[in-house]
Each structure stands twice: as structure tokens, then as C-alpha cells.
């Protein structure tokens, strides 16, 4: 893995960082985790959507506008009403970042394992001399 600068960490590197860093900061909210649960089984309007909460319209649009602007819905207009539905797809770069992070936490977990065991055996053989 390339080493980048502690000063390039603070900065995407490539629009994917881009794109995942909008998602993250969408999903931080948990009202905006709860829209995106509702609109990922069916499209809803956007008054629908509002029903499920105690938070005034503007409120709800203002949620439904992050989570549009980080890729993470879809808006369709029919005739008056705004219908908005989950992109499952928009969430592949992030899904793929942690599965990377899962991967390598386990990588790590098995070196150390490994590195412990031979520790153990190494003990013993100096025990036994």
C-alpha cells in the first residue's frame, strides 16, 4: 500500500474519496440514515417521507437534499409530486472502502496471532534448552 503524506490524508485523493466523503457525511445524520431505510424498500413522496417524523417539511427536504447531493437518492418529478427512491449503487465505494478496512483488520489480527504463537514456541524451545 502507497504511503501518502500526513498532509494528503486531509485531502481526497480521487473523486471516489470525494463521493465517499459526501456519503459518510450524509449518513452521520441519523434522521437522514432513517430516510434512506424508507426510500430503499419503496419510492415515496417527499410528504410521505415527512409523515414518519416530527420534524416540520423544510426539515425533511433540507435531509432530502444532502442525501440527493451525496448520490445516495433519486428524485423523479410526477406532476407535482417529488418521489424519491435509495441508489444501493452509490453506496458500492464506501461498502468497498470498508470491506478493504475489514480485510486488512483481519490481516492484521492474523500476523499478530502468528507473531504471539511463534513468541510461545520460541519461549518454550529456550525453556527446554
Not at 69 to 79: D, F, P, Q
Not at 86 to 96: C, D, K, V
Not at 121 to 126: A, E, I, L, V, W
Request: charged share 30%; glycine share 4%.
Amino acid at each position: 500500500m502507497a504511503h501518502r503524506p500526513a498532509a494528503a490524508l486531509t485531502e481526497p485523493a480521487d473523486s471516489r474519496d470525494v463521493e465517499m466523503d459526501e456519503a459518510l457525511h450524509a449518513l452521520a445524520e441519523p434522521r437522514r440514515r432513517a430516510i434512506l431505510r424508507l426510500v430503499a424498500r419503496s419510492e415515496l413522496a417527499a410528504g410521505e417521507i415527512a409523515g414518519h417524523f416530527e420534524v416540520t417539511r423544510t426539515a425533511v427536504s433540507q435531509h432530502l437534499t444532502v442525501l440527493k447531493n451525496a448520490g445516495l437518492l433519486t428524485e423523479r418529478k410526477v406532476a407535482t409530486r417529488r418521489l424519491y427512491r435509495a441508489r444501493p449503487e452509490a453506496l458500492a465505494g464506501l461498502r468497498q472502502f470498508l470491506d478493504q478496512m475489514w480485510a486488512s483488520s483481519l490481516e492484521v489480527a492474523r500476523d499478530l496471532v502468528e507473531a504471539d504463537r511463534s513468541a510461545g514456541t520460541d519461549d518454550r524451545t529456550s525453556a527446554a534448552g
